[in-house]
């Protein structure tokens, strides 16, 4: 079993290192890694070029965003499972050997996700994220939690649904997710700490700055479920769902609370590999 890697970057070159290095310090499995830069003008497409022999594959052209470039990525892509992570987020040690070991253990699976960490920009962990079990209804009224850093798809899975919506900038994750769901895929939560996802000013989700067009396509990723917009009742529906999932994980709520509140709970760092390559030996390119 082979894993292709993608990573796509633009000018977030103060991270893209400790990405790059968390995919190529895997042992135990079979990476194809593909990086994909549209244009970068901070250093970034030279850091690439560093390690040029320790990339499978180098993608530097323009694209029409974050989806385009994924597909653009798997678009060269010839292993039989998919994950992606972008550039300033990171594996931990052992996460790949983890998910081939997962994946073994549930053969009809179409797609596992394990969880992981929110970190800083630094990579300093703030708390655990724990994943939810996915389905497109759970999914619309938010019942549903996949940590995308932490998910790995099957090739054939992906292309029967078309890969990623290009002009869904802001949750095209989730939208792929959905419509494996619809398409009749399984998923499957896999527990395991897998990930680090980084929320900083300059991320998607630490600026908010998409919220709006973030609240668009949820609503209608929304009529593509239910066929229908969403109404004030629904967000009622939506509010005691989110109160009443609360209830029902009690310890889930606490640990949350923990891992934000008690000293010495969570590691002090989860980078767990060198940023300065050694002995690095040259991966065949196509």
């Known amino acids: 079993m082979k894993f292709s890697i993608v990573t796509i970057s633009f000018n977030q070159r103060e991270f ?15 990476i ?43 678009a060269h892509a010839t292993g039989d499972w998919f994950g992606y992570i972008n550039s300033d987020d990171f594996f931990l040690n052992g996460a790949l050997a983890q998910a081939s070991e997962a994946i073994a253990r549930n053969p009809t699976a179409d797609c596992i996700y394990g969880d992981g960490y929110i970190t800083d920009a630094d990579g300093r962990p703030r708390r655990r994220v724990i994943s939810k079990p996915f389905d497109a209804w759970s999914f619309v009224w938010g019942r549903s939690l996949v940590l ?18 290009i002009d869904n900038r802001t949750s095209w994750d989730a939208e792929l997710l959905l419509d494996m769901s619809l398409s009749g895929k399984t998923l499957k939560h896999v527990p395991g700490l897998w990930s680090a996802f980084a929320i900083h000013e300059g991320s998607i989700t630490g600026s908010q700055r998409h919220s709006a067009l973030s609240k668009l396509n949820h609503e209608r990723m929304f009529r593509k479920v239910t066929g229908r917009d969403r ?5 009622r529906r939506m509010k005691f769902y989110r109160h009443f999932d609360q209830l029902l994980q009690p310890r889930l ?17 989860l980078v767990g590999f060198d940023l300065q390559p050694k002995n690095p030996h040259r991966q065949e390119r196509f």
């Open 32 to 74: 194809e890694y593909i990086v994909v830069d549209p244009g970068s003008t901070d250093g970034s497409r030279e850091l690439i070029e560093s390690y040029r022999n320790q990339i499978s594959k180098i993608v530097f052209e323009p694209d029409a965003g974050p989806a385009d470039g994924l597909n653009k990525g798997f």
């Open 231 to 235: 109404t004030t009742a629904d967000l």
């Open 148 to 165: 995308q850093q932490s998910t790995f798809i099957r090739a054939d899975g992906f292309r029967e649904v078309g890969g990623f919506n």
């Open 253 to 269: 709520s606490a640990s949350k609370i923990a891992d934000r509140l008690v000293p010495g709970r969570l590691p002090a760092s």
């Open 16 to 30: 893209l290192e400790r990405a790059i290095r968390s995919v190529i310090s895997q042992s135990g499995v079979d």
